[in-house]
């Protein structure tokens, strides 16, 4: 049972590392292009996975980041209730639903504030750090030892401090 339990989290910690990864090199090569477009800069060495947006144009590569927040957001929302499901028996799920809608709810409402107000550049950074929480594996990195704490919490308080 063990052994099937830490397979289970070495696969599950691979998989979530290897989309942060896949994630940072997608946003990378998006803002490398949006360099380009704009002309201060050479193209960078093409890599085959990211190929298609050396045709795109610099509005194209703008909306492509936006959409693939929203993607990237839905992935590791996700990969969250994933992992809450696979080792928490579902128990968690309501949190998980409350941390990402709150900070994704505040980065809208600083784009938005920024949006309206003269301080736009400001409110933007903001937003993009608030949003770059949920986008990236950071909330199941936090997450998982908080819920195996609570969830195991009987065998904490019956060990004694040696």
Known sequence: MLSKTINKTIVFALLVIFTGYLRE???????????????????????????FLEKMSLDQLITTRYVATIFFIGVFWGLSMLMIKFFFMGNGFKTVNIIFLVVFGAGFFFYCLGYFLPWKKSFYELARWDIGLI?????????????????NEHLLKNKTIQ
């Open 135 to 151: 986008e990236t594996p950071l909330i199941i990195i936090l997450l998982f030892p908080l819920l195996w704490l609570k969830q």
């Open 25 to 51: 090199t997608f946003f990378v090569r998006v803002q490398w292009y949006e360099i380009v477009a704009r002309g201060n800069a050479t193209p960078p060495e093409s890599y085959w996975l990211f190929s």
